[in-house]
Each structure stands twice: as C-alpha cells, then as structure tokens.
C-alpha cells in the first residue's frame, strides 16, 4: 500500500517561495505519474501540476504557469513542487497524488485518475 506525505507548507507573504515535497512509504513513488491538487476554502479541489512517471512529461494549471515548477528526485524517491511569486489566491491545502502509468503523460484535469492521496499541507499566503 503506498502512503504519501506532505510537508514544506507554512506562512508566507505575498511574492515569496515555498517548496513542497511528496514522500512515500510502503512502495516507491516509481513507475507512479504524480500530481499536486489544491483546495481552497468553499473552492472544488484543482490540479497544480503533475509530472509522468519517467519525469519527461510535466503539466500546469494556467493560474500557475511560469511560477510553480515540478520535479522528481528518483535517488530521495521524492516529488517536489517549488512554489514562486506566490499570491494570496494561491491559499489552500496541498495534496500530492499518485497513480501507476506508464511514461510519457500525467493526466492533470481528472483527480478520479489517481488513487493514492496524503492527507494534505496547508499553504498561507498573506501579509
């Protein structure tokens, strides 16, 4: 049974960084395409990014376009995502996602896709 943990949230001011990491337990993040949703308060849960298993393939939402970036490190199995020029609407809680596929493609728009979940990281941005 693979489990999946966040961390990296916290507070920040509005145009500052953040990077968050999704680690796992019970199996290797491998051979998994692996995906970041948010959900905001009274908001439906949205997909972020995701990356492929063989980290070739990498998607973003148009709101975070040009300030999140995905990426994979196979040797700590781990997936990270580095949060940019955060803005205030960028406010929600974080969950990584994964789901076994082969390469070459992450499916970003369908959460019913992926079918390992952690339980989350909150990320506040505000003055």
């Known amino acids: 049974q693979l489990q999946l943990v966040e961390s990296g949230g916290g507070l920040v001011q509005p145009g500052g960084s953040l990077r968050l990491s999704c680690t796992a337990s019970g199996r290797s993040l491998d051979s998994n395409a692996i995906a970041w949703f948010r959900q905001a308060p009274g908001k439906e849960r949205e997909g972020v990014s995701c990356?492929?298993?063989?980290?070739?393939?990498?998607d973003y939402a148009d709101s975070v376009r040009g300030r999140f970036t995905i990426g994979r490190d196979y040797a700590k199995d781990t997936v990270w995502l580095q949060m940019d020029n955060l803005k205030t609407e960028d406010t929600a809680v974080y969950y990584c996602?994964?789901?076994?596929?082969?390469?070459?493609?992450?499916?970003?728009?369908?959460?019913?896709?992926?079918?390992?979940w952690g339980r989350g990281t909150q990320v506040t941005v505000s003055s």
């Open positions: 990356v492929s298993s063989d980290d070739r393939y990498t």
């Open positions: 996602a994964a789901e076994l596929r082969g390469p070459s493609y992450c499916p970003l728009y369908t959460e019913d896709e992926y079918d390992n």
